[in-house]
């Protein structure tokens, strides 16, 4: 089959999938043959899909939405619908030619126009199309009404006679269940039919495709069933058609293909149904003084206005969620969230770095409660130069010199503007502190709309930047203080959302470092020098009155007598740890909490929540210590230091970070090593419209998405062919750290798509909106080498892909991967079918 062909019989098939928000190949066959039921609506459908593809392809649309059947399948229903209404003939094949080109013109204007609002123009294109003829038809062409209607009697008699007649009456007077007759006849009418039997067909289709989809078509069909019982028929037309293509397929649009499905948005599908049920009543009472049907509008009208309402929130809950990329399943769009959420949490974000060289401890975190970092101040940084024993000197402690972090250089964490400059302030002697000028000498960096970070407590006249000035991660913006509130040497950082010096902060990650456990517990830059021991011991009087400096927050210390004296930070009046509005840290999950705003939703720098991910790839926040950290250095991504914590900038491998920097245009040829002279599959890089890259294999046509940054390279997507050996790469380098750090294993989270047990997977299907019993995860570490490691010598790295569930865990694949000579060079597989080695190579090398 020529590949042109093959390609537009796809796009073909996915207009009929689209009916059912799905690109499942097998299940739009099924809906092929179920819209032929009745033989000339199905070919007046069929006809008009063709034409609207091809249409779309000649005039040089979008050829992703041409090939998903985006642009056609709105033709589709309208084929169906004319066929339905007109009797036979060339004036009625006329109509359908008109009908696909204006549904497929009306499908990309509404697209364009709805689509840069966030909006989908589901089967508005058919409703407007079959208005516009049927309001000409009349006058214009005197089309005669189909008699047969979607009884296609007559046409079963011409077709086969008495016998075909005799087999569609014994189908259609086999005795259903009443509901569940009804049911079916629903899922038939959206193709214009009207078979329990065709229905029965859509429904196992549906379920093939989607076990969410099915349970919320079922969901949608029972709640609007007994309304009706309770109310009366809402509107006029048929009424298997109003539940199949209003209420069935609202109830899936909104529960679980445009909202990502969980026990929130099964209510949300509910809740569609008496509003479709109002919308219906409302719009034929006026189209029927126009005699025109109001077809699929009502369900149209509740999606558009359900997904608009949780477009325009202000703090999107953890329950509603918009789907951020339509994977045309709502199971896939469930466990690709679940994923996600946590793993890609960072994406667009901006990549903050330590602001310092060499190893340093985080003496206070977002998680300790103080001393000083507490409130709307709560999450920020302090850091100081510990030695083994925990101290942050040598010496007698009682000189700025004897600190190991004084004068040692700060660092800007990213490329950003300077936005303000402070340096005149003196550095306290140790054990005093300013209670004046709290931030002492501060430099404030902008590095996005609303993303700023502060750095204080250097030391005086140590600024080589001014005001205005552009600086690049690394450049050296200051040395270490020990200005305003700092009875010690330290360094002060915070990421905040406005420019000004004590902002209030934000939960915001760096975005690469090592970490590992320090000599103490946690630390605090009060209680490390001899000269402050003393402060321990008597209550420190903090004069009542406001901060006064004018850089400083008006924030009063109403408990001036339980302030231990000194530091940077503002208690709030309650002498809470952390506020109410700042959100909770899930101690479960890690994750931040849905209330956290990073920068707010208007100017949408990282969207409304941000995960922060440990070195496990889990968030920040469980409840762990820092005595619960291994003292093996492990590297975090985008994560948060913990107090207590030693932690220092990565350095990288350069074999792991040559091998799989993949730019455009770079291709392996990957070879079965058991045999060498067999065809080699070629996997080369490619970018997508959203300049996402991708692997892409030329023999099967499997695509790998990928993506990472200075630290780490990991899996996003795989879609095709698993049978293709770009498939065991997705799975066998699905996470990798680009640092090198001896005992490091890493682990990450699969989307439950790699579980091949089908009966689990639909168990699993049906209960994942509300409860997960399968955990699929990775795991990875670096094998070591008698000779040890040397500058771009060989990387070997071990995987495994596991199962977990009922308390069980169960083995899916091992891998190992050689990287020499800066790329991939070996994959070794062995699954429970069997072991595989591939050998690479760089194309045309």
């Excluded at 002498?575 to 939703?601: F, M």
């Excluded at 070629?682 to 940054?709: H, I, K, M, P, S």
């Excluded at 698993?722 to 990450?748: I, K, N, T």
């Excluded at 168990?763 to 399968?774: E, G, H, N, S």
Aim: glycine letters at 10%.
């Amino acid at each position: 089959m020529p590949a042109s062909f093959s390609s537009f019989f796809r796009a073909v098939l996915h207009s009929y999938a689209m009916l059912f928000f799905s690109q499942h190949r097998g299940f739009a066959a099924v809906l092929l043959v179920v819209s032929f039921g009745h033989p000339v609506v199905g070919a007046a459908g069929l006809a008009s899909t063709c034409l609207a593809v091809a249409g779309a392809r000649l005039g040089g649309f979008n050829k992703e939405w041409t090939d998903s059947g985006a642009y056609s399948f709105n033709a589709l229903l309208t084929g169906l619908a004319l066929a339905s209404f007109f009797a036979p003939g060339w004036g009625m094949a006329g109509l359908v030619v008109v009908g696909a080109g204006l549904a497929l013109l009306l499908s990309v204007a509404l697209g364009g126009w709805l689509g840069g609002r966030g909006l989908p123009f589901l089967s508005l294109p058919f409703v407007g199309t079959v208005w516009v003829l049927l309001l000409g038809a009349g006058p214009l062409l005197h089309l005669p009404a189909a008699e047969g209607g979607i009884y296609w009697l007559n046409e079963a008699y011409a077709l086969g006679g008495p016998r075909l007649v005799a087999a569609a009456q014994w189908v259609g007077d086999w005795p259903w269940p009443p509901l569940l007759a009804t049911y079916l006849r629903a899922l038939s009418a959206v193709l214009f039919q009207d078979s329990a039997l065709a229905g029965l067909l859509v429904a196992a289709g549906l379920l093939w495709h989607s076990r969410i989809a099915f349970s919320l078509s079922v969901l949608g069909f029972l709640g609007a069933y007994g309304l009706l019982l309770l109310t009366g028929p809402a509107g006029s037309g048929p009424m298997d058609y109003n539940l199949g293509a209003n209420y069935v397929v609202a109830a899936v649009a909104v529960g679980g293909v445009f909202v990502i499905p969980s026990a929130a948005s099964y209510g949300w599908a509910l809740l569609s149904v008496p509003v479709t049920v109002v919308a219906l009543a409302g719009f034929t009472t006026v189209l029927d003084k126009l005699g025109l049907p109001a077809l699929s509008l009502p369900y149209c009208a509740t999606a558009l206005l359900f997904l608009y309402v949780l477009l325009l929130r202000e703090r999107p809950g953890a329950g509603l969620v918009l789907t951020p990329i339509q994977r045309y399943s709502p199971e896939r769009n469930l466990y690709a969230y679940a994923t996600a959420r946590v793993r890609l949490a960072h994406q667009g974000a901006v990549a903050l770095t330590l602001p310092f060289r060499g190893a340093w401890t985080c003496t206070q975190g977002y998680l300790d409660g103080g001393p000083t970092h507490l409130g709307d101040w709560g999450q920020a940084l302090d850091f100081a130069i510990t030695d083994a024993d925990g101290r942050t000197y040598h010496g007698s402690g009682l000189s700025l010199s004897d600190y190991y972090a004084y004068n040692k250089p700060v660092l800007a964490p990213a490329d950003g503007v300077v936005e303000e400059v402070i340096q005149h302030i003196e550095d306290n002697a140790i054990g005093e502190v300013n209670t004046r000028q709290n931030w002492g000498n501060t430099v404030v960096l902008r590095h996005a709309p609303g993303l700023f970070t502060q750095l204080s407590h250097l030391r005086a006249h140590s600024v080589p930047v001014k005001v205005g000035d552009y600086v690049r991660r690394g450049d050296i913006i200051g040395t270490c203080g020990s200005s305003g509130r700092s009875p010690e040497p330290h360094l002060h950082f915070q990421v905040q959302a406005t420019p000004y010096v004590g902002s209030r902060t934000l939960a915001y990650p760096l975005a690469y470092f090592v970490a590992m456990q320090g000599a103490g517990s946690t630390i605090a830059t009060d209680a490390l020098t001899p000269p402050l021991k003393k402060l321990k011991t008597q209550q420190f009087q903090v004069l009542g009155s406001s901060v006064s400096a004018s850089d400083e927050p008006k924030t009063p210390l109403d408990k001036p007598n339980t302030i231990l004296g000194s530091s940077d930070g503002i208690l709030d009046s309650s002498n809470r740890a952390l506020g109410s509005s700042v959100g909770v840290l899930d101690s479960s999950n890690g994750a931040l909490g849905s209330s956290v705003s990073v920068l707010g939703s208007s100017n949408g720098v990282l969207g409304s929540s941000v995960g922060v991910l440990d070195s496990s790839n889990g968030a920040l926040g469980s409840s762990k210590t820092p005595t619960d950290e291994p003292k093996t250095p492990q590297l975090r991504h985008f994560a948060v230091p913990v107090a207590g914590e030693v932690v220092s900038p990565p350095t990288f491998n350069r074999t792991l970070s040559q091998a799989l920097r993949l730019p455009p245009g770079y291709a392996l040829d990957v070879h079965d090593a058991a045999a060498p002279d067999a065809p080699a599959q070629r996997w080369e890089v490619f970018t997508d419209a959203y300049n996402l890259a991708y692997l892409r294999c030329q023999r099967t046509g499997a695509v790998l998405y990928f993506a990472g940054d200075e630290s780490v390279f990991y899996c996003t997507a795989f879609y095709g062919d698993e049978s293709s050996w770009l498939y065991l790469l997705y799975q066998a380098a699905y996470r990798v750290p680009l640092a090198s750090l001896p005992g490091q294993v890493v682990h990450d989270e699969f989307p439950l798509t790699v579980v091949r047990n089908p009966v689990l997977t639909w168990v699993q299907d049906v209960l994942a909106p509300f409860y997960r019993f399968l955990r699929p995860t990775f795991w990875a570490e670096e094998v070591p080498t008698a000779a040890g490691h040397w500058p771009g010598g060989p990387v070997r790295l071990r995987s495994r892909v596991v199962v977990s569930g009922f308390g069980r865990a169960r083995e899916v694949q091992t891998a190992e991967l050689l990287f020499a000579d800066g790329r991939l060079a070996e994959l070794r597989v062995r699954r429970a079918t069997g072991s595989l080695t591939l050998t690479c190579t760089v194309a045309g090398a």
